[in-house]
């Protein structure tokens, strides 16, 4: 019985973590190709967004 909380706790980490690993890499590719979204018109909206 416990061992299925912890099967479940350690699903649970895998899936979130996964799931930050691909915003992480989507977040990179984003600034490769879109620099302006980071450093042009955007960069008002990004710096707003980051402080919340």
């Known amino acids: ?4 909380y912890i099967l479940n706790r350690i699903g649970a ?3 979130y973590g996964a799931a930050f ?6 977040f ?4 490769k190709e879109w ?6 018109e955007y960069r008002d909206w ?3 967004s980051s402080a919340l």
């Open 1 to 4: 019985m416990i061992w299925n």
């Open 28 to 31: 990179i590719y984003l600034q």
């Open 46 to 48: 990004w710096l707003f």
């Open 13 to 15: 980490v895998l899936t």
């Open 35 to 40: 620099p302006e979204i980071y450093y042009g």
């Open 21 to 26: 690993v691909v915003v992480f890499l989507i």
